[in-house]
């Protein structure tokens, strides 16, 4: 049998599963936000437990289940070694799954800098002049970035993941053909705005289903491993493209080999399953209640509270809620935002390195880009080495394999300094003096540290927050475009204040300061010594 009579205990039952910290007496008073967003917490909590817990034929409590004079409610759940359980699908199943979801993110993170190389072909097609305008095209695109995870990762924890990737990945074909017949400026980055908005659905829910289908930390690992290698792959691969295809073929073509390469996708897309338990197990009943004619057999998504507040209050906030709120995922946020950031300012700094510095045109100064594909392949293959280390030492039942952060901190913990050691080498290195190849090399290490840190950050807050992976999933997606300009520009904002504050004894503490404050009262002496001798003269 694969369902069971739902079990009721009590709600205190339910809330020592879930454990929340007792208030310590004479504790801070939580201000009334902090209230609220402990109050949604507690609710997602238990909304993820018991849902998860019914999935899996485990008791949880519940006030929504019928009253005694009412037939019994019959609570469908997986079983051991159920077929239609993700985790329990075939080996080749998943392979597909995880391939087909690799080619989904490439075509999301194509999208992202397809028209860079092509940009100055585009404003002066569209009699575009002011300087301003030429970042539109990506940036519009990254607003949309920031907003679609927002959307997404909820949406797909309530309504299964197909359905909302069937749909985003729609509309994203749809609007970048429109920005392949663009007829005016103003089309092409309103277009560029909903390519964004659609484009960022595979990177916010795709690390989710690859958690839907393994429930084996180390497997779960590699397949995310994946995952973070189609990000940055994309965006490399989208400048070769807009570098000779531009040249060749003018900057439309950019935009519809982009279309053509997702219309190609919708091949593997169309045999993409449900891959969320829950929505799989509504499926079933719906389908039991169909064949049977018993209308009291339920899902466990059923069972719990629906509607529109529930949605906008609890579901469409967890990202939020998650990225100001848990330290962890705050604190991922912000490092991954950078290095995502950084990333995104390549494609601005290489054409002026390579173009502008070393004179190449915008084919050649395209594979430039290529070292850091390399490293990114480095990177995997050291994932995968390091992985097959973990493994055999969890066969060992090593101390260090039971503590989360010992699993997955390590590959950041060398990626980092990697990263840094890349930026120092490209900034010392990008002069006309210096041969072309060594700034070039640079990107060597920056792919090995820039994968490597997404690898390690990624699997490590979707290990943390398995059944809200997709929001944690989701918050780092939204964040990336934005945050670390928004967190350099709060730095700075102090800069003035500073000043006004401490600026004197700054200068004070300053030679050259002092230098030129000594050489201007002498100035001002002078000035002084040959107006009173005027004045003298003039008796």
């Known amino acids: ?148 995870p927002l959307l997404w990762g909820p949406l797909s924890e309530s309504f299964g993941r197909k359905l909302i990737m069937i749909w985003s990945f729609f509309f994203f074909t749809i609007f970048t053909i429109g920005c392949a017949v663009a007829p005016n400026w103003t089309s092409l980055i309103v277009f560029r705005l909903f390519v964004g908005i659609f484009a960022a659905c595979p990177n916010s829910i795709i690390g989710a289903i690859y958690a839907d289908v393994y429930d084996d930390p180390v497997l779960r690992g590699r397949a995310i491993a994946v995952f973070v290698g189609a990000t940055a792959v994309g965006p490399l691969v989208s400048q070769l493209i807009s570098g000779y295809t531009t040249i060749a073929a003018g900057w439309r073509w950019t935009f519809w080999l982009g279309s053509i390469f997702a219309g190609a996708t919708w091949v593997p897309l169309a045999f993409f399953p449900e891959t969320f338990g829950p929505k799989l197990l509504t499926v079933r009943a719906k389908k039991l209640r169909k064949t049977t004619g018993n209308e009291n057999v339920f899902a466990p998504a059923e069972q719990e509270k629906k509607g529109w507040k529930q949605l906008v209050t609890v579901v469409l906030t967890r990202p939020l809620r998650m990225m100001f709120f848990k330290f962890i995922v705050t604190a991922t946020c912000l490092y991954l935002s950078a290095a995502y950031g950084i990333f995104y300012m390549f494609f601005q700094a290489y054409p002026i390195i390579f173009q502008g510095v070393y004179h190449q045109n915008i084919g050649v100064s395209g594979l430039m880009f290529l070292p850091i594909a390399v490293g990114g392949l480095i990177a995997t293959v050291t994932f995968l080495y390091y992985d097959h280390i973990l493994h055999k030492s969890q066969a ?46 640079a990107g060597l290490p920056f792919g090995i540290g820039f994968i490597l840190l997404f690898m390690a950050m990624i699997n490590y807050i979707t290990d943390a927050y398995e059944i809200f992976a997709e929001s944690a999933l989701s918050a780092a ?17 102090f800069v003035p204040f500073v000043f006004i504050w401490k600026g004197e004894q700054i200068r004070a503490r300053s030679k050259f300061c002092q230098f030129l404050k000594m050489k201007k009262q002498e100035e001002l002496e002078e000035r002084e010594r040959q107006w009173r001798e005027a004045v003298a003269r003039g008796r």
């Open 396 to 441: 060992r039942n090593k101390p260090w394999t039971r503590k989360e952060e010992s699993r997955r901190s390590p590959l950041a913990c060398f990626g980092g300094p990697l990263f840094v050691v890349a930026l120092f080498w490209l900034g010392w290195s990008a002069r006309e003096e210096v041969p072309f190849w060594v700034p070039m090399v």
């Open 1 to 148: 049998m694969f369902h069971d009579t739902e079990k009721v205990i009590p709600d205190e039952h339910v809330d020592s599963f879930i454990a929340p910290v007792q208030p310590k007496p004479n504790r801070v008073r939580r201000t009334s936000l902090g209230k609220k967003v402990a109050r949604l917490d507690k609710e997602d909590a238990e909304w993820g437990y018991r849902g998860d817990a019914r999935c899996n034929g485990m008791p949880a409590g519940d006030s929504s289940l019928s009253s005694v004079d009412s037939p019994p409610k019959t609570v469908i759940h997986w079983n051991q070694n159920d077929p239609e359980n993700p985790y329990n699908w075939s080996f080749g199943r998943k392979i597909w799954i995880v391939f087909s979801g690799g080619v989904i993110v490439l075509n999301s993170t194509m999208g992202s800098s397809l028209p860079s190389n092509a940009i100055p072909d585009i404003m002066l097609y569209f009699n575009v002049t002011t300087s301003i305008q030429k970042s539109l095209p990506i940036s519009m695109f990254l607003v949309g970035y920031v907003l679609g």
């Open 477 to 493: 997606a939204c964040s990336r475009p934005f945050t670390l300009l928004a967190s350099l520009s709060l730095a700075l904002c």
